[in-house]
């Protein structure tokens, strides 16, 4: 192999991170779990059917409007078990501190790590600690590894969308991503912003309440909302067709991605999800999400159709119809 | 809370880990599975037996005589498994890559764990890969976090320790630790040297074809056999009597010790375990052992004794007697 470097957009969640993954990673440990690609894997183990997950957190700051490192790290697995269909149960916890770090601040993190536990109705049950020396590693990064138990009857899957499937968006995108930005480049975008991140395990509960009838959930964080819908329009061999006036997209937040010239469709969510549901029980669907207090601002953002497997294309405001490509740069590092 | 920083002695396996884990994360995560503070957690779920372990690799240098990060990061996770009495079934990957880190090395380390997956009879179900800029982490640490089975009547933990028990050690002492140093640090100590980074189960399996009567199996990694041997006294409140003459010791390790004055009690092991076994099925187990590829080396090391509860003694090869303490300082960063 010719001695390429890995790049900031081999992580970015985008195109190379796909590349990445399904040309490298995806042969090497091939088996057909892993090559579903979903956000957890699903395991039947003696009968039980589980899901299981893992998830690096390097966000910079540690800090930020809405939350931590910490809520993130036990909110973005939770969701990483929700999206399978799982209830989440166990939670495995990494810390990688880098000498020097204040014993305060971890305390704080943790903290914030029990509460979003707790919240969750997650136990935090193993974990690991490695401390490195001064700058073999950015003040604390967090793994976080769960488990969770998929109901009997939810087969979700990202290669499962069907032409005539509702796509529905549970709220506003690009809260998360607008708001590590604007907290680490010191913008200064005035106006509320904060990052959603949120469990998402009981809205899905909610969902499920009215309907078994769910082909895919997946919760759009780096990548957005625009790579999530290229990754399962390219699984599940269908086309996806969305609406742009159905985008929502906080006032501040648009603003300020405007004035960046940043499109809110690729920028990472931390407290939203994508359901992928028969179109006749889409509209129960999104009664139910909007009743849930974090569902409030769900949209039906557009359907799957027969047409143009593996495209998502976009309907725009002024009547024109664009294809919505995968993300191919890094936008923003460190987000999550 | 007074603002002190984390040093790397918090990360050692040594008496400030076990500080801050016991005094500062066991009470705020606070359930009955965490505080058993094992090697991984004994979770039951829909009554299936199940355990569950993460831990992260940030040892330096990537490569090693012996192995790399990538063997490591496979074997600790299958380790602590087997040490649950668990068959190792799943693990998920956690990748944190530096920015400009080379593609090649990366598909070297990530083959590597492959192999050892394979050898481990595990599959690689679910993973995460992030890439942070030039600076933010040294290289490439990796989490792994793994499930597997518990065949049933298998109860083992650190507090289960009976006096009576023979403490059985499945070879040599501190050649993973002493091995790291050597190529780290470039001492250019002369004489083979290699990491044992192994996966046990089979041992452990080998271990349980003989008896059921298996209390305690631990890997002694960070911290080493000293620490681990405290840490198994005090959570079964026993005392522990091992013989000098007993502690095994490659001949270029135990040489590489004695000129830095580095006790291999507290040096880390990657393809060792600690057994403590009922007295009567001692002799069978230490046979079935030596009759395993990776426990040849084996030895009976003491006991378990009802007197000095929470304490290791040691008589020497002199015929003295002397406290074994858990290790108090870092000896060796990014060990594993």
Avoid: W
Avoid at 201 to 221: E, G, K, Y
Avoid at 234 to 258: K, T
Wanted: proline share 5%; hydrophobic share 45%; glycine share 12%.
């Amino acid at each position: 192999m010719q001695d390429e470097h890995i790049s900031l957009d081999h992580g970015s969640g985008g195109r190379l991170s796909h590349e990445l993954v399904t040309e490298q990673l995806l042969p090497l440990f091939d088996n057909p779990i892993l090559s579903r690609m979903d956000d957890g894997a699903a395991l039947v183990i003696d009968g039980v059917h589980l899901a299981f997950s893992t998830d690096t957190f390097v966000v910079d700051p540690l800090f930020f409007p809405g939350g931590s490192i910490g809520e993130l790290a036990v909110n973005g697995t939770v969701n990483d078990l929700a999206m399978c269909g799982a209830v989440p149960l166990y939670l495995g916890m990494g810390l990688i501190i880098e000498e020097g770090f204040s014993q305060g601040t971890l305390m704080e993190v943790l903290t914030a790590m029990r509460r979003a536990a707790q919240r969750a109705g997650v136990q935090v049950v193993t974990g690991d600690t490695k401390v490195v020396p001064r700058g073999a590693v950015d003040k604390l990064f967090i793994n976080t590894s769960g488990i969770g138990r998929i109901p009997k009857g939810r087969h979700l899957s990202s290669d499962a969308a069907k032409p005539g499937d509702a796509v529905l968006l549970s709220g506003t995108m690009a809260d998360h991503g607008m708001t590590i930005l604007n907290a680490r480049e010191k913008l200064a975008f005035s106006g509320e912003m904060a990052s959603d991140t949120a469990a998402l395990h009981d809205l899905v509960a909610a969902i499920f309440s009215v309907t078994a009838d769910v082909h895919v959930l997946r919760d759009p964080t780096r990548g957005g909302v625009g790579t999530a819908l290229g990754e399962i329009a390219a699984r599940s061999r269908v086309g996806i067709d969305i609406r742009e006036a159905n985008l929502p997209v906080n006032g501040p937040v648009a603003g300020m991605c405007d004035l960046l010239g940043i499109d809110p469709l690729y920028v990472a969510n931390e407290g939203k999800l994508l359901a992928f549901v028969a179109p006749e029980v889409a509209g129960d669907v999104l009664a139910a999400m909007r009743s849930h207090p974090l569902g409030r601002g769900a949209v039906v953002l557009g359907q799957v159709v027969a047409e143009h497997p593996g495209k998502v294309y976009m309907n725009t405001r002024i009547g024109g119809r664009r294809i919505v490509p995968m993300l191919t740069g890094e936008q923003l590092p460190r987000i999550c």
